[in-house]
């Protein structure tokens, strides 16, 4: 079966889709998590295993669960059902939790797209609720190629008020960024353009690592922008393979990204690479 990558989906679909250093100066039981200084499960995303979930849910979440992992970030069966998601549709929200517990993990916050908040943004949030979920991730605007700095500020706007809708609710707003904030509309680069745009209570960021491929460390955003994010999803880079790797084979510091996420304010992490880097990159985060 084909891969289809996010940055090919998101430019086909209006829908678009869907920390961990021990710091020098907190003392930690040497034999603990060291995750757990910072109270952060080690997560993963679900699109990576979007073509087996639909089909074996509990299987594929244990499975991913023996691998070292402690939480899931979904993509919404409804958003999603097209693309792999479609088969969780038969298990109701408490449901889909309770498979999640039985397999040792937390539901932490779930993807979705902005078709579907415009268009039922009561249902996902009460979705959330009765999930127990207190986050819910924007995963793209699904904007055009060639949209301009107006469209992404009225889509930032648009956002906004979406936010202030769950936060009514008790959920988090949050906005998952891909390669295309980090190109520049004239002079100005689109990510720092929504971090202008968004209200910093009711839209928080999940930051995608992965853009340090185009040169932009996470590291200098949680400083740029103290408390801002939730979240983050994990990505390693090869400058010499020019691909992704596991974690702790690439060009990240971790170190730094971890010492700085607190500044950040992220509060969970979700590994989103190629299956095959999931144990290594465990093993590696959960002994840094």
Known sequence: MNRLSRRQFLSKSAMGLGSVVVASQ??????????????????????????????????????????????????SPVGYESLGFGGLLKYKPKELKKIINEAGLSWISTHYGMEELRQHLDDRIEFAKESGQKQMILSSFGLPEKATISDWLKAADELNIIGAKSKKSGIQMGYHNHSMEFEKAGDTLIYDALMNQFDSD????????????????????????????????LADWSDTEKKNVAIGRGIVDWKEFFALSKTGGVKNIFVEMGLETFKESASYLRNL
């Open 26 to 75: 907190i003392p930690l039981n040497l034999n603990a998590d060291p995750l757990s200084a910072f109270k952060m499960p080690l997560g993963f995303q679900s699109w990576i295993v979007r073509e087996k979930i639909g089909v074996d849910f509990p299987g594929t979440i244990k499975m991913v669960a023996e691998m070292g992992y402690q939480s899931i970030e979904m993509c």
């Open 202 to 233: 009711l839209v928080k960021m999940q930051f995608q690592v992965a853009v340090i491929s185009k040169g932009y460390k996470a590291a200098t955003y949680f400083s740029k922008y103290p408390g801002r994010f939730i979240s983050a999803h």
